[in-house]
């Protein structure tokens, strides 16, 4: 390979890796390739660049007020220590003694850089410009506080993560690391479906970097044992990691040492390298999830990796798994960093063919490929089943004992559906194989989480309607009652801010389709809490159907929301329901005819406030 093929070669590793679609992993994009050019022309001007991230690409350009740089690095003690030493020589030139130098060191999140400063989120881009990303804050992105000098604020040069655990339950089988999944999300014009949960959960955050915990340590510290000590710091951490940062604090020495095009010589990134190994595979398990799909675990050879007995790695997807031929004997190369799950590195040599089953695992209906995804093409999957009632009883969030065992033994028996399982004495319970105490304890379970308060909009989430979790059930109830829902239209839906056109049109038909299931567990009389300040107040406009067009003097989406809170259904355009059209400023003759001619009755904004009583 030539050194411009070379060059060529990290450049295109670099951007697949900005986009969330690596093609070879850190450690030998660092330790061969990098390591590589570093040998050959230690003044390659490659070496001296920010490398760009191109996520957000096409949004507008945010000037960084200060540039962003990357951070050098060092992947041993003997690299930290010549680090140290420059610091030491710095500290000489301005005759502060070695004693008084003093470090940080903070956890390196391994997510996406970006920057938050005047209400404007921006990505890193080439450290001097970064692309303007905000319109993630509205769609969920939660932006953490941070520190500073005493301050709590959520501004500054953070990373955009996503938690460890939060990862390894939901999103493990389906991505191969969660900062693929963040810049992937981040940059995309539609959120998928995994995104979309992940947002509405609060999983994806802006951390900055001010508000993760640090230590502070000395020269001695620092050449004794650098990597216990980031060790240290690094496992309180509960995002991914790709190492530490330590920063040289005395100020006057920040500015003796100053910065190059790429980094400050005042701070360094000390990777930590995750421990490999290869292991030799016995088999693949499928698993069926509640979405259908059907995912591969790769069982291995027992190995220990770190501390931990390895003998399943995630094939991600069986389109992976078929790519790789990591079939029965192959030999994989697996790594394990940090607290993350091990995950597949590479084929050291490729075994059998690997076997994609034509059928479910858990219900044995046939399964089809759909993309990458095998997925079951059962209509009424035991696995969908069962992991449906899982998550009826996660997302309710006030029973315990209904893990995947239980319902596994209540399937099994034939138990299939919330409301058979809501009428279950002890007795029956027993007759499954349960004990006698802790049949009672099942039933005490359920009654619990009809009696115990819990939020409307986790009920309506429980029952995991497609495009309705959380963050939209909430929304959705804080406009509209739950016992009511079946009435609901996607006219109505596509009034309340945060529901797009394709959800409004599938929510009302999923809610439908469902609904006579959905009321029967509703009627079973759960203690709701609904927020108080979304009580719909009775009016003169209750159920009444409204629409507004115009020029008004308060905002329109205030305007309708009160009109919702009022009761009245809102409505975007005139149609034979309408009873009354708020006309604002500046509105056509024509619209106003067509209305009096479908009997609606038209108003002026004035009119309307006193109407409802908002002005006498
Ligand atoms: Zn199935």
């Not at 020589?89 to 956890?107: C, G, L, V």
């Not at 995994?194 to 050449?223: H, I, N, R, T, W």
């Not at 016995?282 to 591969?296: A, F, K, Q, Y």
């Not at 009883?393 to 006030?398: E, P, V």
Request: hydrophobic letters at 40%.
């Amino acid at each position: 390979m030539t050194t411009d093929e070379l060059v060529a070669l990290l450049t295109r590793a670099n951007e697949a890796y900005r986009t969330g679609n690596p093609i070879i992993d850190d450690d030998t994009f660092d330790h061969i390739y990098l390591a590589e050019l570093k040998k050959r022309e230690p003044e390659h001007p490659y070496l001296d660049q920010v490398q760009p991230d191109t996520v957000g690409a096409g949004s507008s350009k945010i000037r960084h007020t200060e540039p962003m740089l990357s951070t050098d690095k060092a992947y041993n003690q003997e690299e930290v220590t010549a680090f140290v030493v420059r610091v030491q020589k710095a500290a000489d030139a301005q005759e502060i003694p070695s004693a008084d130098i003093r470090f940080r060191i903070t956890p390196k999140l391994d997510g996406m850089a970006a920057r938050y400063s005047d209400g404007i989120l921006a990505t890193r881009g080439n450290g001097q410009l970064g692309n303007d990303i905000t319109r993630n804050i509205k769609r969920g992105l939660v932006m953490l506080e941070g520190e500073k000098a005493g301050v709590r604020e959520n501004t500054g040069v953070g990373e955009i993560v996503i938690p460890e655990q939060y990862f390894n339950d939901v999103l493990a089988d389906s991505f191969s690391h969660p900062r693929n999944f963040v810049t992937g999300l981040i940059g995309a014009d539609n959120l998928s479906e995994e995104a979309k949960e992940a947002m509405q959960d609060g999983a994806v955050q802006f951390v900055p970097y001010s508000g993760l915990k640090a230590s502070e340590c000395d020269v001695e510290d620092l050449l004794a044992d650098a990597e216990g000590l980031c060790e240290k710091i690094e496992k309180a951490c509960i995002y991914p990691l790709d190492g530490s940062v330590i920063d040289v604090l005395n100020l006057e020495l920040r500015i003796e040492m100053g910065a190059t095009n790429h980094h400050h010589n005042w701070q360094i990134a000390k990777k930590s390298k995750g421990v490999t190994a290869v292991a030799e595979i016995e088999g693949i398990t499928w698993r069926t999830g509640r979405t259908r799909r059907i995912t591969p675990v790769l069982n291995v050879k027992t190995i220990n990796l770190s501390g931990a007995d390895i003998s399943n790695v995630t094939g991600h997807n069986a389109g992976n798994v078929k790519n790789l031929n990591v079939g029965v004997g192959a030999h994989i190369e697996i790594v394990r960093s940090g607290e993350v799950i091990p995950k597949l590195l590479g084929v050291v040599k490729p075994g059998k063919d690997a076997d994609i089953p034509d059928l479910c695992p858990a219900c044995k209906a046939p399964a089809k490929m759909e993309k990458d995804f095998l997925v079951c093409q059962g209509e009424t999957c035991v696995a969908q089943i069962e992991a449906q009632l899982q998550h009826f009883f996660n997302t309710l969030g006030n029973i315990d004992l209904f893990g995947p065992s239980t319902i596994n033994t209540l399937v099994e028996n034939d138990i299939r559906d919330l409301a058979a399982i809501y009428k279950l004495q002890a007795s029956d319970f027993e007759g499954m194989g349960f004990g006698p105490k802790q049949s009672t304890n099942l039933v005490a379970q359920l009654e619990r989480s009809r009696s115990e308060e819990v939020e409307d909009w986790r009920l309506l989430a429980a029952f995991g309607i497609h495009h309705l979790g959380k963050g939209d059930a909430k929304k959705l109830l804080a406009v509209y009652k739950l016992e009511a829902l079946d009435q609901l239209t996607s006219e109505q839906l596509i009034e309340i801010p945060g529901f797009g056109e394709i959800t409004a049109e599938s929510i009302p038909k999923s809610i439908a389709l469902h609904w006579l299931a959905m009321k029967t567990i509703i009627d079973l009389g759960f203690n709701l809490r609904k927020e108080e300040k979304f009580d719909v107040t009775e009016s003169v406009i209750t159920d009444q159907f409204i629409v507004f067009t115009g020029a008004m003097q308060s905002s329109r989406d205030d305007m309708k929301a009160a009109a919702q809170r009022l009761g009245a259904n809102v409505q975007s355009a005139v149609n034979k329901k309408t009873n009354y059209l708020v006309i604002g400023e500046k509105v056509g003759a024509k619209k106003i005819e067509k209305a009096e001619s479908l009997g609606t009755k038209v108003v002026t904004e004035a009119e309307y406030l006193v109407m409802i009583g908002a002005e006498s």
